[in-house]
């Protein structure tokens, strides 16, 4: 699976923006699929994630009521819908899919810059 993430960009706080996150190579039917974010200086951490269906999602802490995952097989696309941002949302955001068999997160997108100004 290959994934290609877009939508970065800088916003002032406050903003919004909506990632998206497109999938070739294999359809993600089998697949659940996620985002991460690297801040500077700081390791990679789970933001959100859905479920093949679509009908289970979760979300780390700091995004809980702010972020909305979702997905859309047909299009074998995933989206990340990011409100209220906040200046420690600043960090590139990578998606990533993982095997219903499998229990890592075994395929990546490049990333996409996101910048919050305050």
Known sequence: VQLQA??????QAG???RLSCAASGRT?????????RQAPG???EFVASISVSGLTTDY???AKGRFTI????????????MNSLKP?????????????????WRYWGQGTLVTVSS
């Open 88 to 104: 420690e949302d600043t960090a590139v955001y990578y998606c990533a899919a993982r095997n219903i068999a499998y229990s890592d």
């Open 28 to 36: 993600l039917s089998s697949y659940a699929m996620g985002w991460f």
């Open 60 to 62: 780390a802490d700091s």
């Open 6 to 11: 877009s939508g970065g960009g800088l916003v």
């Open 70 to 81: 979702s997905r859309d097989n047909a299009k074998n696309t995933a989206s990340l819908q």
């Open 15 to 17: 903003g919004s923006l």
């Open 42 to 44: 700081k390791e990679r």
